[in-house]
């Protein structure tokens, strides 16, 4: 339990600022002030103590504290047991023995066979570099779910009112009575849903987690959740609750009003396994006992709000004695028949609370709130009202000039929350199983005038930790960063969706593949992404393509499910896996997705004409010549697109099978590469260098994947930065092109072109949405303008990430910390700030897996100053303007170098 809310606020972006860093480490007790060399942040498959997983050859990982130059770990040893005494007596399920290696991550469980429900303690010590040993670390532990079918004797209980109609959209409640004998020393709850599920024990809600069990395709697999309760039990009678909402298996999915995607029927499935003292156990479990009701949630719909009628409110329903004799029995249903796996990611939670800055009423009656923030979650509310009488709460990311709120890109998102008060005195609400999109807020139907502080703003979304800290001299390129920081935590709502507040919030394949390496930098997203690379592999069809989104509700639109395979988008299911490998250093998310890898890639090849690709339905969206207003209709030839990310994901996976030791397989996947890349430049490009269509997106993908022969790199580059200069130093390009920008100039020696790029005001350019009022990335540059005011509704997104992959480059380039792919997760970071002009000095810092990597950098004049820290147990590559590469031990560094930053070169 013991959750917290964390009330972080958004770090002061100015040189003296305070590190977001150093909050949120001392936040989390970690040793910060390092001594000679001590082991903290143990975790088990990305997670800190978890219950209920289910690798039973999980891996362990810790960080090492050593603030000595040079620091790093020579060897380990593991010891594992399966109770504390014997984990200090005798280790009993595994002794590593003296390992001499340097590995601290991911290091495989190597002890006896875990069986489920197994709980594992285990501590590590290291040698280090001076071959002196360290104490053992504090001890952590794991532990194992529920493995098997046989292992759930719980049945899946539903419901005894009609189906979910819309007259009757009523969210379940459940609940039922038992004993707990004394001497309780351990009890579990292992729970799921189909729907979304809040369990409740004796009157307190079970844990802190929202929109469980998160979402997956409820046709291939479910998870389920295990918490710690034995806190929540007491010895004698106690009650167990549930209430039940329809969240994306029963509710409103896509934007033509479609329910019901998986089923049409919410049911929960729980079991709580208790053990005694006296080395008895129990199981309670959801059977036809249980008893069923509806309650005061009517209705709650992820797109569309909740109606919450206070009156019906049933005091003490899921504590003992409560009287439960009207409600009718639960009934039985058939259990699913795809498999139960355990939660793989930290789900959906209260993170933050933003207060409201203003408050208006600009038509009698109709107060509208306003807060810092365009945020994702809800509002709390605080009301005072007769008995009966309706507040409506609706919510908008924008306003009008009227200032009443803009409501037209929700499309038909009702995104209106309903509260019938009770009539006592002060009532506080917050809704169940919906999340909106806002800036705004909107109240009506109170009968007194609201206070700011009635209101305040609950931010949620996915566990993801803060790693990523960015800041330099430019404070639009800090509010920039901002921007996009707000864009990804709006955005992580379970899988990585496109926008959070319209009939849409998918998993896009597409926009999550081009802000992967941007998400990696700014959050903990390794869990995140090992959950949704599942999503993604269940979404592939039998023929190897991957579709637009996954979870894949599209299928079913008329239309869609030939779409599949759209270059850029399907493309997700390589760089989504590999780019985690290279982030966290994370092996086994290649093993796992590397079939899925290859048949994707030969699907490619079926369905190309001599090696030819055609299928690019979405072009490079939402580019800025498109014609006929089409957003995918963009000058940019579609085979071309096709033919470019063929080679590129060719090429990673020939990578992959060579990491994974699949010796045929590299030497396929090379030569399947070769060979595109040569029709590539035989069909695209001209003898002096033109590449097909001639746009800035043509010219970033044949450079960018490198596919360009190198005497003619020189004339492509020139054909590149005139078109953009033709435009009067502007870009042109969609969501395809345009995370590539930047990393290209840079990479063919005008990093001050890509500079200039970024410091635009006018449109199109990241700064320009800012000068409008963003305070999140926009699906386009010019969603709202203060001349022409809004966009296009049918597609107007006020939180869309995709445009935000500009991060990556900030953080790699600008500031200069990047991975060496050669030795990934930063065990070797890249230290290469490449100042350009506009601004004077840069900073990041990242919390790697191995620690925090801090690069910073001023100008003064032509003196370049670089200082930071590289983290014990990694080495660095600092590699400065005129300078040569040089290799560094963990510990602070410090560096000077003299240049003319207007003639940098590496
Ligand atoms: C829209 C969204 C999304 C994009 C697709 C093609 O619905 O803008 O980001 O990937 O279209």
Known sequence: MGC?????????????????????????????????????????????????????????SWKIN???????????????????????????????????????LDVIYGGKKLKSRQQVFWQVRVR??????????????????????????????????????PANESCPFMRNEFEVKTGLVKARAYVTARGLFELHLNGKRVGCDHFTPGWTDYHKRIQYLTYDVQSLLVEGKNAAGAILGTGWYAGGLLWYNGRHFYGDQMSVLMQLELEYSDGSSQTVVTSPDWKTTTGPILMSEIYHGETYDARREMTGWSESRFDDVAWPKAKVVDAPKVPLVSIRSTPVRKQEELTVVGLTEPVFGVHVFEL???????????????????????????????????????????????????????EIFEPHFTFHGFRYIEITGLCEKPQMADVTGIVLHSGIDPTGVFECSEPLVNKLQSCILWGQKGNFFEVPTDCPQRDERLGWTGDAQVFIRTACFNRDVAAFFTKWCIDLEDSQDEAGAFPHVAPDVLCNVKGLKEEVGCAAWADAGVICPWTIYLCYGDKRILERHYKSMTKWIEWRVKNSKNLICEKSIFGDWLAIDISQGDPGRSPTP???????????????????????????????????????KITFQKEFISPNGRVAGDTQTAYLLALGFDLVPVKQQKHAVERLVREIEVRGTQLSTGFVGTPLLAPVLTKFGRADLAYKLLLTQTYPSWIYPILQGGTTMWERWNSYTKDKGFGNANMNSFNHYAYGAIGEWMYNTVAGIELDPNKPGYKNIIIKPQPGEGITWARAELVSRYGLIVCSWKLDGKKLSVNGVIPPNTTATVILPGKKPKSIQSGKFEFESVQNPASLTF
């Open 4 to 60: 917290r809310l964390h009330n972080l606020s958004v770090p002061s972006l100015s040189a003296g600022g305070k590190s977001l860093i150093f909050c949120i480490v001392s936040e989390k007790k970690e040793n910060i002030m390092y001594s000679e060399c001590k082991i903290s942040g143990l975790c088990c498959e990305f997670l800190n103590n978890p219950i209920g997983i289910d690798e039973t050859i999980p891996r362990l």
């Open 66 to 104: 050593d603030l000595r130059q040079g620091a790093r770990q020579t060897a380990y040893q593991v010891v594992a047991a399966s109770s504390i005494q014997k984990l200090s007596a005798k280790p009993d399920l595994w002794d590593s023995g003296m390992v001499s290696s340097d590995q601290s």
């Open 128 to 165: 280090d570099y001076k071959g002196e040993w360290t104490d053992w670390s504090e001890r952590a532990s794991f532990e194992i779910g529920l493995l098997k079918s046989a292992d759930w004797q719980a049945e899946w209980i539903s419901h005894d009112f009609p189906k979910l109609t």
């Open 372 to 426: 810092t923030q365009n945020m994702v979650g809800w509002a709390r509310i605080k009301i005072r009202g007769k008995a009966g009488q309706e507040v409506v709460v609706r919510y908008s990311e924008m306003l009008k000039d009227d200032g009443t709120l803009y409501l037209d890109n929700l499309r038909t998102a009702k995104c209106t929350d309903r509260y019938i008060c009770k009539g006592d005195g002060e």
């Open 638 to 676: 579609r085979d071309l697109i096709a033919t470019a990310y063929f080679a590129y994901t060719t090429e990673i996976v020939s990578k992959v099978a060579g990491i994974l030791g699949h010796t045929a397989d590299k030497k396929r996947y090379c030569d399947l590469h070769k060979k595109v």
